[in-house]
């Protein structure tokens, strides 16, 4: 028997073998992809079909990283050097400056975020880190958010809570992450899109109302080894056409699941 022409044959089915295993895998996945394409499509036609109105979203997958912090004194420099201001620091899991202005700033209706955005940069100790978050604001509670390199951070442990009372800025509070680790490398996220469409599918977002707001940020996740851990998570504001009222739904953007809200800020 001719071993060397047995041999052959042997490698010429394993090629074909694998180039028909490729061939299939490939397959497989197009009709994967074709799939949740099509079922995308139809969760769509179906939110529209609630009357549900929605704002243009994004197919575009981000990148993020799950986040650690610990508790930190970095607030306890800001007495030397914040003025015309009554500072107080409460210490526990974590530091909280509480200030009175000695002279309230009126606000101008018009103007307001614009107003208080210059405070918070030019009065608030480490101002600069911190943007405003409507999705976390009211009319007598506007917060700005915590933005260092990491990323934007929807936390208590990481804002500037102003006070308004009638069109005038009266007090605040602040908290402040002054180092945050990154615990694994970055991870493609959900979509805007697929953040939505996850909140419909667990009959989180009810007939007849809008989608009117969606952002990516860090969101508290647990407490574990002395560390505050975050997640990115999609932050959807659901607004009831009927009373006018908004509520924010969170979706854990690495999980796909969506996350029951806690009191943070």
Same mark, same amino acid.
């Given at each position: ?157 990481? *804002? +500037?809570?102003?006070?308004?009372? !009638? ?5 605040? &509070?602040?908290?402040?992450?002054? =180092? @945050? ?13 697929? *953040? +939505?469409?996850?909140?419909?599918? !667990? ?5 007849? &109302?809008?989608?009117?707001?969606? =952002? @990516? ?49």
């Amino acid at each position: 028997m001719d071993f060397r022409r047995i041999e052959w044959i042997f490698l010429v089915v394993f090629v074909g073998l694998n180039i028909f295993l490729g061939i299939s895998f490939f397959q497989a996945q197009q009709v994967d992809l074709a799939t949740t394409k099509s079922g995308d499509a139809a969760t769509i036609t179906d939110i529209t079909r609630d009357q549900i109105k929605l704002p243009h979203l994004s197919k575009q997958t981000p990148e993020g990283d799950y986040l650690a912090s610990q508790a930190n004194t970095a607030l306890s420099a800001a007495h030397s050097k914040l003025v015309k201001q009554q500072v107080s620091i409460s210490e526990g899991d974590y530091q909280e400056l509480q200030a009175s202005l000695d002279t309230p700033i009126t606000l101008k209706k018009s103007q307001q975020i614009r107003q208080l955005t210059t405070f918070v940069k030019d009065s608030i100790y480490h101002g600069s880190e911190y943007e405003y978050a409507p999705a976390l604001s009211s009319d007598e509670r506007v917060v700005f958010a915590q933005h260092p390199k990491a990323g934007l951070i929807y936390d208590r442990r990481a *804002a +500037v809570t102003l006070h308004v009372v !009638d069109d005038r800025l009266v007090s605040y &509070s602040q908290t402040y992450l002054a =180092k @945050l680790s990154v615990l694994r490398d970055r991870l493609n996220l959900m979509s805007e899109q697929d *953040a +939505v469409i996850t909140l419909y599918r !667990d009959n989180d977002i009810p007939n007849n &109302s809008a989608i009117v707001s969606t =952002k @990516l940020a860090y969101s508290y996740l647990l407490d574990a080894k002395g560390s505050t851990v975050y997640v990115p998570a999609w932050y959807i504001g659901v607004k009831n056409r009927a009373t006018g009222n908004v509520t924010v739904k969170r979706v854990n953007a690495i999980t796909r699941t969506v996350m029951k809200n806690r009191n943070d800020n």
